[in-house]
Nanobody, 128 residues
């Protein structure tokens, strides 16, 4: 059973930066494909970024490409989402997700349906 706990959200002015963290327990990151998603009020949950179990593959939504970086620290079993040049439209609850995968599976996944474990979310609010 994978458990995920996000942190690092908050209120920031447009143009600012935040780093979100997702601490995983129950399985090592080397056995998990990880993703970040976000959901704004009244909208569907959208893909933001993902990283493969090897850490070698990363993918990003077009809306955040160039402003966001997903990374991980296997020693801390934690995945990070560094967000720069934040915009008001980035305001949302950000969720971390995990999918146990075999060692040969090096895919980074953008579909929420591919993930079985989710964190409780962390609020990011960007003021204009």
């Amino acid at each position: 059973q994978v458990q995920l706990v996000e942190s690092g959200g908050g209120l920031v002015q447009a143009g600012g930066s935040l780093r979100l963290s997702c601490a995983a327990s129950g399985r090592a990151l080397s056995t998990l494909a990880m993703g970040w998603f976000r959901q704004a009020p009244g909208k569907e949950r959208d893909f933001v970024a993902a990283i493969s179990q090897s850490g070698g593959n990363t993918i990003y939504a077009d809306s955040v490409k160039g402003r966001v970086t997903i990374s991980r620290d296997t020693a801390k079993n934690t995945v990070f989402l560094q967000m720069n040049t934040l915009k008001p439209e980035d305001t949302a609850v950000y969720y971390c997700a995990a999918r146990p995968v075999p060692v040969w599976d090096v895919a980074a996944r953008r579909s929420a349906d591919d993930y079985g474990a989710w964190g409780q979310g962390t609020q990011v609010t960007v003021s204009s």
